[in-house]
């Protein structure tokens, strides 16, 4: 149960359930093809439509590209990964019409097509295992992936 302008959390984990390393990223520009995005339906089960954000493109460096190697990153077997920061809150882009029973989810979608280059320069990374060369390779290698999570059920009070 939620009262308007509640801050809605929601935990989100990747988890490897393999016995190898996964390369995966998150969603950065506004066209990506690799997607974060909620799904909210009210009580009927007809689709909230998403507010509409003009000029909302994320920012990128033209010198290193928009897509580079540290935006990569590699699940190590049977690990978990909190990813709750970057999915954000579906308020923030849904309006709920009034109270009543809604439903959530989150997909995600990872689109390994994508055009990624190797950024002109190192950085100190938190994944010192790998490479950005054995990155990338290992990227490049990542079949496509889209997974929905469970469905909330939420009740939004006044």
Not at 7 to 20: Q, S, Y
Not at 102 to 130: C, F, G, H, M, Q
Not at 132 to 146: C, G, S, V, Y
């Amino acid at each position: 149960m939620i009262r308007r302008g509640d801050a809605l959390k929601f935990l989100v984990t990747f988890n490897n359930r393999t016995d190898k390393p996964i390369a995966v990223r998150l969603p950065r520009l506004l066209e990506d093809t690799t997607k974060l995005s909620w799904r909210v339906t009210d009580a009927s089960g007809h689709l909230l439509p998403p507010h509409i954000h003009a000029g909302r493109a994320l920012p990128f460096c033209p010198v290193t590209s928009p897509l580079s190697d540290w935006d990569i990153e590699v699940l190590a077997p049977h690990e978990t990964r909190d990813y709750s920061y970057r999915a954000g809150d579906p308020s923030d882009d849904f309006s709920f019409p009034g109270k009543g029973f809604y439903r959530v989810s989150l997909t995600y979608i990872l689109d390994a097509s994508t055009r990624i280059t190797k950024a002109p320069y190192e950085v100190p990374s938190d994944e010192p295992a790998y490479t950005p060369d054995e990155k990338l390779a290992m990227f490049k290698q990542t079949p496509r992936i889209e997974t929905t999570s469970n469905e909330w059920p939420l009740y939004l009070i006044d």
